[in-house]
């Protein structure tokens, strides 16, 4: 019973879920402009590393650059942060460690920016993704998407445009 006992305190406990989302999750971008969206994190708790793929439609959107944002860049230790060159060209990669520590807590993972190629609505989603813990443990992933909308020109909504219009047709 002893041996039991021992091995049921040596074995991992099961994680709590980390979710993570985009913020906003619908921006409006005009053709040739460009756009930023947070990934943000919930309930991290000893995250060492983690790596995660995602997908948009790149005949609307182009990433420009992902930048590690402040749960990475506030830890009191270095960091690797690396983003793969989009070899499918719709999908965009990028893998992170916490060297010596680990991070904790909600806030912004990443920031990315998308310039808008052509007039059309981009989902940007989770296609891959593994976080794991000091022990080497995974940690579960919930997701959330976002919707990138690109107009090619801005379409006014005032209370003037909407006077002046009604009163071309009294």
Not at 44 to 54: G, H, K, R, W
Not at 76 to 85: E, L, S
Request: proline letters at 7%; aromatic letters at 10%; charged letters at 15%.
């Amino acid at each position: 019973m002893k041996a039991l006992t021992t091995l049921l305190l040596l074995l991992p406990l099961s994680a709590q879920a980390a979710g993570l989302w985009f913020d906003p999750p619908r921006s409006d971008v005009l053709v040739g402009d460009s756009v930023t969206v947070a990934l943000e994190a919930d309930q991290i708790a000893d995250l060492l590393a983690f790596t995660v793929t995602l997908g948009y439609d790149a005949a609307i959107v182009r990433p420009v650059t992902v930048r590690p944002a402040e749960l990475i860049t506030a830890a009191p230790c270095p960091y690797f942060w690396f983003v793969f060159p989009p070899t499918a060209g719709d999908t965009l990669r990028i893998d992170a460690a916490a060297l010596g520590c680990r991070w904790s807590g909600s806030g912004t993972l990443a920031r990315l920016r998308f310039v808008g190629l052509r007039d059309g609505v981009s989902e940007l989603h989770y296609l891959y993704g593994q976080m794991r813990d000091s022990h080497n443990h995974p940690i579960p992933i919930t997701w959330g998407s976002a919707l990138l909308w690109v107009h090619e020109r801005p379409v006014r909504a005032t209370l003037s445009t909407w006077g002046k219009l009604r009163a071309l047709y009294r």
